[in-house]
């Protein structure tokens, strides 16, 4: 793992590591903070990502049981 100061320093080498298909962890203040990556390999991470996601509507038809029981509360009398 680099810290941001050594990837900053040495960009040309967390990119060519990168692009030799070894992704780059960089750290911030001692904590991991991003990952550098080789564009190709990104791409087909979210091409697979894609691939996988499902809409709204079938995550919907997917819920367990039958839908639940509305409230059947009355609106309260207000004068003004």
Known sequence: MWTLQDA???F???VEAALSGRPQEVSR??????VVLAAEEYQRLVQGAAERRESFAEHLLR???EAPDRLQARPRDVTF
Request: proline share 13%.
């Open 63 to 65: 819920f367990p049981g």
């Open 29 to 34: 203040r001692g904590r991991p903070a991003v």
């Open 12 to 14: 040309s080498a967390v």
């Open 8 to 10: 900053k320093n040495r």
